[in-house]
């Protein structure tokens, strides 16, 4: 009987845990939706103050692309970053679209708003990952490697690699 009622009230005290965090989260989701909701309105401003046209691409573009954002705000997460960067990577449009932005985009509170958009975005993609973070930050450690800060040592290391993976194959062949 004691034991019954030992689990019944550790039962209850991780309900109580799960709804209090359950709360906490929702606070938190609504603070970034809100950070979101401020772009979206310094770039309706650039609209109202005829500094930028409602009908222009960059509108429109950055538009569709904080309101995405709005929406998955829960779910945004390393995971679903490296899935669009695949997705980005193996897609000829999603590269087009890229190279528009980067040519179509010159005005400077638009660009302005672009990286408070990227700044709140990274801080949502950390604050949703810090499991992920953690585990690749000390898989990092163990395996001793320094992380890589250009994408030109990046490209050597993958081209060395696969290089000795090469000459490793073609040595171990065995003859016909």
């Keep these: 009987m004691i034991f019954l009622m030992n689990l019944v009230i550790i039962l209850a005290v991780l309900y109580i845990?799960?709804?209090?965090?359950?709360?906490?989260?929702?606070?938190?989701?609504?603070?970034?939706?809100?950070?979101?909701?401020?772009?979206?309105?310094?770039?309706?401003?650039?609209?109202?103050?005829?500094?930028?046209?409602?009908?222009?691409?960059?509108?429109?573009?950055?538009?569709?692309?904080?309101?995405?954002?709005?929406?998955?705000?829960?779910?945004?997460?390393?995971?679903?970053?490296?899935?669009?960067?695949v997705e980005y990577h193996t897609s000829p449009e999603e590269e087009r679209k890229v190279r528009i932005i980067k040519k179509k985009i010159k005005h400077t509170e638009v660009i302005s708003i672009m990286a408070e958009f990227m700044d709140v975005t990274s801080q949502l993609l950390e604050r949703n990952s810090k499991m992920q973070i953690k585990f690749f930050s000390s898989f990092n450690k163990k395996a001793s490697t320094k992380p890589i800060t250009s994408h030109k040592v990046a490209l050597d290391k993958v081209n060395a690699r696969k290089h000795l993976l090469n000459r490793a194959l073609s040595s171990s062949a065995l003859p016909a």
């Design 17 to 85: 845990v799960s709804v209090q965090i359950s709360k906490y989260n929702e606070i938190i989701f609504k603070k970034y939706r809100f950070k979101y909701f401020s772009l979206r309105d310094d770039l309706a401003m650039l609209v109202v103050s005829g500094k930028i046209k409602e009908e222009s691409w960059e509108y429109q573009q950055l538009i569709d692309t904080i309101n995405f954002h709005i929406q998955t705000i829960e779910s945004m997460s390393i995971n679903k970053i490296i899935a669009m960067l």
